[in-house]
């Protein structure tokens, strides 16, 4: 199993930038789908973006499509999610995943994925 370890969150005004990381130790990462989910409170834990192990494949939600980027270097073990023009909707706890899998495809469904990290809170401001 792998560990992640998420960092980057914070407080931003709309419209701002935030960098997302998620740092993975134990079993190496580029064996892993990556995925970043968000959870609002009183909300679900809703898909944001996903990056397949090799990262040449990505699948993005529809609001934040052309405003968040997923990205990952695997000789860093290292996950990020670029986070540009943020909205106050935005905000929310931010989740790294993992799954080991043979797909082409990554996953949105957060069941599916085996590893998950502590969560970031990403605050954005009107």
């Known amino acids: 199993q792998v560990q992640l370890v998420e960092s980057g969150g914070g407080l931003v005004q709309a419209g701002g930038s935030l960098r997302l990381s998620c740092a993975a130790s134990?079993?190496?990462?580029?064996?892993?789908?990556m995925g970043w989910f968000r959870q609002a409170p009183g909300k679900e834990r809703l898909f944001v973006a996903a990056?397949?192990?090799?990262?040449?494949?990505?699948r993005v939600e529809d609001s934040v499509k052309g405003r968040f980027t997923i990205s990952r270097d695997n000789a860093k073990n290292t996950v990020y999610l670029q986070m540009n023009s943020l909205k106050p909707e935005d905000t929310a706890a931010y989740y790294c995943a993992a799954r080991s899998s043979q797909s082409i495809l990554p996953t949105t469904t957060p069941e599916r994925y085996d590893s998950w990290g502590q969560g970031t809170q990403v605050t954005v401001s009107s």
């Open positions: 134990g079993r190496t990462s580029s064996t892993y789908d």
């Open positions: 990056i397949n192990r090799k990262g040449g494949i990505v």
